[in-house]
């Protein structure tokens, strides 16, 4: 059962993404692809599966179920990409702004993420 909710969370995360960044201010992404070709999007699906497959281990080793426990697990989790982008904002020079929407999504992302694998959980 938990299979079907990691696969229906990285689909549901690559769909929050592409609504998410056809959404956000054009002006911060500039010089970025607003298209992906057909092995980027078949990748982030991957990279979605994974980050759910985590969420689902995390919250089995922990004994956590439902919606809850998964979304408030998935906006903890947050905390490392916010990390890792404020260190490409500091040692890389990308704009705060960009790196800001970069954030949003993955604060997003791994939220619903998190309440969809707690659901099947």
Same mark, same amino acid.
């Given at each position: 059962m938990i299979v079907w909710g990691?696969?229906?969370a990285a689909v549901a995360a690559f769909v929050?993404?592409?609504v998410f960044y056809s959404l956000a201010p054009a002006g911060h992404l500039e @010089?970025?692809?607003t298209r %992906?070709?057909?092995w980027q999007a078949?990748?982030?699906?991957v990279r979605g599966a994974v980050v759910a497959g985590l969420v689902a281990a995390l919250m089995a080793?922990? @004994?956590w179920s439902g919606a809850g426990a998964g979304a408030l697990l998935g906006l903890?989790?947050?905390v490392l990409p916010i990390v890792l982008l404020s260190g490409s904002v500091q040692w890389e020079n990308v %704009?705060? %702004?960009?790196? @800001?929407?970069?954030?949003?999504d993955w604060v997003l992302k791994l939220t619903a993420v998190g309440a969809l694998v707690g659901l099947f959980r």
């Amino acid at each position: 059962m938990i299979v079907w909710g990691i696969v229906l969370a990285a689909v549901a995360a690559f769909v929050l993404s592409s609504v998410f960044y056809s959404l956000a201010p054009a002006g911060h992404l500039e @010089g970025l692809s607003t298209r %992906p070709r057909i092995w980027q999007a078949a990748l982030e699906l991957v990279r979605g599966a994974v980050v759910a497959g985590l969420v689902a281990a995390l919250m089995a080793a922990a @004994g956590w179920s439902g919606a809850g426990a998964g979304a408030l697990l998935g906006l903890a989790l947050s905390v490392l990409p916010i990390v890792l982008l404020s260190g490409s904002v500091q040692w890389e020079n990308v %704009p705060i %702004p960009r790196a @800001g929407i970069h954030a949003i999504d993955w604060v997003l992302k791994l939220t619903a993420v998190g309440a969809l694998v707690g659901l099947f959980r």
